[in-house]
């Protein structure tokens, strides 16, 4: 009698084998004269070389499928245990316009042209800079894009990062650690992250800094090379901080600026690091602009409305709204 132990690693145990382990007895009953037993995160098999190795390949299969859907189910054991049974899957069919598969097996994809746009500017260029209002997916697209990246080996780490600008309330009074205290301004990041990679897994890359999350001050000093990378809210970063942000780009390196102009919540007198820049790089070949609209709204559909009011109430009313930018040249434009 032959014995291999398969040891399942940045795996959700209770998703990949199941409630009680139903997912293993499934497979271990279509293998009667061989014992597969899970304790823990290793699954041991004993019985005879050939079907040794026909269960070695079907948790193979398994554990390729959990890393892509973030999920196995009864049906997905019976596809691998009968690969040439017809019917129905839960999965839904590999399409050029999925981005990555999330963590409950939903499928991520641009819901609207503009961010379309945003995944083909991505793919085409390694600075993109993206603009839009509240809930046009911006933040949501480029977590995705660099979750592929990642998945792909194609990016061997995600940086993501946002200026911490304080609201009425002074970093050094509130209460914990400056992870405590700069976690609320990441935490729809976190959200993205989430729903796009399983709790452990995740939890395995922030601990082994395959995915950062901090704030912009931490990028000073660093080459960030064969990553990608997301600055966020970059509407209020300072010119300054701006520079600094776009000088770390390293060999390898993706990059996605995102923000929304008018949502500055810089100092009245601060001009914003993302208008300037803009005005800056233009010109500049290589580089990716794209432009989100109210109509690329996915949340709430008052959230577009509340947009579309705002925009014509600081065209018409409150003129020192009004960016005096020149207009740039978006992928969304012809």
């Known amino acids: 009698m032959v014995e291999k132990i398969i040891t399942l690693e940045n795996i959700s145990l209770i998703d990949f084998?199941?409630?009680?382990n139903q997912n293993i007895k499934q497979l271990a009953a279509a293998f009667p004269s061989s014992k597969i037993i899970s304790r823990g995160n290793e699954i041991k098999i004993q019985g005879k070389t050939p079907?040794?190795?026909?269960?070695?390949?079907?948790?193979?299969?398994?554990?390729?499928?959990?890393?892509?859907?973030?999920?196995?189910?009864?049906?997905s054991v019976n596809?691998?245990?009968?690969?040439?049974?017809?019917?129905?899957?839960?999965?839904?069919?590999?399409?050029?316009?999925?981005i990555v598969y999330g963590s409950r097996g939903n499928?991520?994809?641009?819901?609207?042209?503009?961010?379309?746009?945003?995944?083909?500017?991505?793919?085409?260029?390694?600075?993109?800079?993206?603009?839009?209002p509240a809930g046009s997916g911006k933040t949501y697209v480029a977590v995705a894009m660099a979750v592929r990246a990642l998945k792909n080996k194609e990016v061997k780490k995600i940086i993501i990062s946002r200026p911490v600008v304080e609201a009425g309330e002074s970093l050094g009074f509130l209460?914990?650690?400056?992870?405590?205290?700069?976690?609320?301004?990441?935490?729809?990041?976190?959200?993205?992250?989430?729903?796009?990679?399983?709790?452990?897994?995740?939890?395995?890359?922030q601990e082994n800094k395959i995915i950062e999350i901090a704030p912009l001050a931490y990028m000073r000093g660093r080459t960030l090379s064969s990553a990608f990378v997301l600055l966020d809210e970059a509407q209020n970063t300072t010119p300054m901080?701006?520079?600094?942000?776009?000088?770390?780009?390293?060999?390898?390196?993706?990059?996605v600026v995102n923000g929304d102009r008018s949502q500055v919540d810089l100092p009245k007198k601060q001009k914003s690091g993302l208008s300037e820049t803009l005005n800056i790089l233009r010109d500049v070949k290589g580089i990716g602009f794209v432009e989100m609209k109210s109509e690329d709204v996915v949340r709430h559909r008052l959230v577009r409305d509340i947009v579309d009011a705002y925009t014509k109430f600081e065209e018409r009313v409150v003129p020192e709204y009004r960016t005096e930018d020149r207009p740039i040249r978006m992928a969304n434009e012809s």
């Open 17 to 20: 084998l199941g409630i009680e």
């Open 51 to 75: 079907e040794i190795t026909k269960i070695n390949e079907i948790l193979s299969s398994l554990i390729d499928h959990y890393h892509k859907y973030g999920k196995i189910t009864h049906t």
């Open 79 to 98: 596809r691998y245990l009968s690969p040439d049974l017809e019917g129905d899957d839960e999965l839904i069919p590999t399409s050029p316009d999925v």
């Open 107 to 132: 499928v991520i994809k641009a819901k609207t042209p503009n961010q379309q746009k945003l995944v083909d500017a991505i793919e085409k260029n390694d600075l993109v800079f993206v603009l839009g």
């Open 175 to 205: 209460p914990g650690d400056m992870k405590e205290k700069v976690d609320p301004y990441l935490r729809p990041i976190y959200d993205a992250l989430e729903d796009m990679i399983p709790i452990e897994k995740l939890k395995f890359y």
């Open 241 to 255: 901080q701006m520079k600094m942000f776009l000088t770390r780009m390293g060999q390898g390196a993706k990059v």
